[in-house]
């Protein structure tokens, strides 16, 4: 299998390779120059490569072709058309234009968009993404697409992720280009986002309303073991999971997705996949693809993969860390430090506007990672705490601490660790630790923006991070452009020391977990927007507005829409847990309960008949215990019941999600501990549903 690993991966991709083995040379250039320079796409080009990429499709046994694009789902979304086109005769052949390459129509008032598209406006388009490859799946060739409305808005997440990446490739070559980097034309970010999941049998999953309708088990008490013996965190991998991971770094390589790392994680049943960089908006479809592909090859050994950020309580939820970068068309790394960062001025103007983004855009980086289900993680010491700081460690801190006072600061020589084995080979200490309590940690030469849910998409936080610190270029920019030469490193060493004093702030190494934080952060003056419906005014408040509006990342329009669909798909996301837990009550776990009650209290009687006194006994404290569990929870259930139809009866607002918050999600974790506590006292066999011991321990 070794040997073939490189002809294995990205075997199914139209791939560079393939696309100069059968383009004609000149449309080879014309696809390069549209692809690496972000120009137009002319007609010609697009039907020579639709010939080409139709006939490698049906070489490797596609039949069909579709858009495939990111609306406002949260998913993916696709419609296949086949190669077919009737001829005379009756017969048919297999025919792919230019025109059928570059544009699609579905229909977009059937997809969120938050007023944009009315139902009698269904016009959309789909329109082609040359830079991210085409690939074959299912015998259906994929075509990474835009997608917009009849009247030019965005619908979907990838237009203003391209918008985004344009958008700071503008200001970062406009600063090196004052730095004498003549050569550079393009600077990319770049992303690697790791993925947490879940895996449970099939069998167990299909017995749970609770994870079929919502992904999170909505009752359940804890198993007698959980995480604290931190057994499971890189342990060793069970051969059913090792196979299920197997299998699927194969068709993740087939892809072109570089899967790299696959291990355990913290919690029981909780596994990790992280792969190698890739340019942002390539690295968006791939996490895409990734979690598709997870889910679908789980059900092939009996699995179900399970997304949500907290699918069990009691134990740590799932995650996406985003591992963010800068890197220039010459293959620079423009966050890399170097051997002596105090000297590095590039990076240290980089690292400065990294700084600004995130104070003075705090709040959108915590609404681009706000959910109902992250709101589970986010702040209970499992995740970084909803405040958004930045850890840059002891020798950068030291540096920007020496800058802030022209002190200056000296080669930071490095360690070597010292094991107390001779046998163990020698290697030197990093200069900084790691800081897995930071929402946004500095992490040798890119930033590890932590505080993502596993679910998410991660367009999302990299629109709202490239703005910011595209922002953060263009104002120091302004500062710098009219500066002579002569006086420019003077400039810039007071621009960076500016900043940092202004925005110093952020910066916070310690521990993120502790109430101490949450205090210092509030003398700070920093954000702490607890939950979504918190984060969500940010995305339309007056300075972001301005803020988007001047990138051209978002209209005015555009970001309305989405504010309304992000109020939209919470109260939703709430409501139909609210009434999977009511039904689950009702018609699964309030009778399974009465049932064990009812025997008990026949088994009592019987003893009395026996002349056993069963006001004293045991049988009947657990009697009346059980009964007051099962009273609390029918009562708990008839308030949740009436606080979902007054939600309903509420404007559709932000008002509508902070009710949700506020007095729905109230009343549900009522009913959760009530149930939850009476769980452990009813025999095995009585609940129609698993338990967390028998789905998280028997895997």
């Not at 280009?177 to 947490?196: A, F, I």
């Not at 197997?246 to 919690?267: C, M, Q, R, S, Y």
């Not at 950020?309 to 423009?334: D, Q, V, Y």
């Not at 209209?555 to 309305?560: D, F, I, K, P």
Request: with cysteine.
């Amino acid at each position: 299998m070794e040997n073939s690993i490189p002809e294995l991966f990205g075997s199914l991709v139209f791939s560079d390779k393939i696309m100069r083995e059968k383009l004609p040379k000149d449309m080879y250039k014309a696809l390069r120059k549209t692809i690496d320079n972000n120009t137009h796409l002319e007609l010609d080009v697009a039907n020579a490569v639709a010939v080409a990429m139709k006939e490698w499709a049906v070489e490797n046994g596609a039949t069909h072709f579709t858009h495939w694009f990111q609306p406002m789902t949260g998913y993916t979304a696709e419609k296949h058309d086949s190669f077919i086109c009737p001829v005379e005769n009756g017969e048919v052949i297999m025919d792919f234009s230019g025109k059928e390459l570059v544009k699609g129509e579905p229909d977009a008032s059937s997809f969120p968009s938050g007023g944009i598209r009315a139902t009698f406006e269904a016009r959309g388009y789909t329109a082609w993404d040359p830079t991210s490859p085409a690939f074959i799946k299912d015998k259906t060739l994929y075509i990474p697409t835009a997608f917009c409305s009849y009247s030019g808005e965005a619908l979907d997440k990838k237009t203003p992720l391209l918008r985004s990446m344009d958008a700071i490739s503008k200001e970062a070559v406009k600063i090196l280009k004052l730095l004498g980097k003549e050569d550079v034309t393009n600077v990319l970010t770049t992303v690697g986002p790791e993925q947490e999941y879940f895996l449970i049998d099939k069998r167990d999953y299909k017995r749970r309303k609770d994870l079929i309708f919502t992904g999170r088990t909505l009752l359940g008490a804890p198993a007698p073991k959980g995480q604290e013996m931190d057994d499971h965190y890189f342990g060793n991998l069970k051969p059913r999971v090792a196979a299920y991971m197997h299998e699927l770094d194969e068709e993740l390589w087939k892809l072109g997705i570089p899967a790299k790392t696959k291990h355990n994680e913290v919690a029981p049943s909780q596994h990790e996949l992280a792969p190698v960089f890739d340019t942002t908006n390539v690295a968006v479809d791939h996490n895409q693809l990734t979690m598709e592909i997870m889910k679908k090859v789980a059900e092939k050994h009996g699995y179900m993969c399970l997304l949500h950020e907290k699918p069990f309580a009691g134990i740590n939820g799932s995650g996406k860390h985003n591992n963010w970068s800068l890197t220039t068309n010459t293959g620079e790394n423009l966050l890399n430090p170097g051997k002596t960062p105090a000297d590095n001025t590039q990076f240290l103007i980089f690292l400065s506007a990294v700084i600004q983004a995130v104070d003075d855009y705090a709040d959108l980086l915590r609404l681009s990672v706000a959910s109902a289900g992250n709101d589970h993680r986010l702040g209970a010491n499992e995740a970084p705490p909803a405040i958004i700081s930045m850890f840059l460690g002891e020798e950068l801190t030291g540096v920007i601490e020496a800058i802030e006072k022209d002190e200056y600061f000296g080669k930071v020589e490095k360690v070597m660790m010292e094991t107390g084995a001779q046998v163990l080979p020698h290697f030197t200490k990093d200069t900084t630790d790691r800081n897995r309590t930071s929402p946004f940690a500095f992490t040798g030469n890119k930033f590890e923006f932590r505080s993502l849910g596993s679910s998410v998409s991660v367009a999302g936080p990299n629109i709202m991070l490239n703005t910011a610190v595209a922002e953060s270029l263009s104002i120091f920019y302004e500062q710098l452009k009219d500066v002579p030469k002569d006086k420019l490193d003077e400039a810039i060493h007071k621009l960076v020391k500016d900043t940092i004093i202004k925005h110093k702030r952020v910066i916070f190494n310690g521990n993120g977990y502790t109430q101490e934080w949450v205090d210092e952060a509030e003398k700070r003056g920093l954000f702490n927007l607890k939950s979504t419906p918190d984060a969500m005014p940010a995305l339309i408040a007056e300075k972001n507005k301005k803020l988007f509006a001047k990138h051209h990342i978002y209209s005015e329009t555009e970001l309305e829409s989405r504010y309304e669909i992000r109020i939209e798909n919470y109260t939703k996301t709430i409501h139909i847990e609210a009434l999977t837990l009511e039904d689950m009550v009702l018609k699964q776990f309030a009778p399974a309960l009465m049932k064990y009650i009812d025997e008990l209290t026949q088994s009592a009687l019987s003893k009395k008949q026996l002349g056993i006194d069963p006001a004293v006994s045991t049988q009947t404290e657990l009697i009346k215990k059980l009964s007051s569990y099962y009273e609390d929870v029918i009562k708990a259930t008839e308030k949740l019941a009436k606080d979902v139809a007054a939600a309903e009866a509420m404007e559709a607002d932000i008002n509508q999600a902070k009710f949700y918050h506020d007095t729905v999600i109230a009343d549900m974790e009522e009913i959760r501990k009530y149930a939850d506590q009476a769980e452990p006292l009813i025999p095995e066999g009585y609940l129609p549903y698993p338990t967390y011991e028998q789905m998280l321990f028997y895997v």
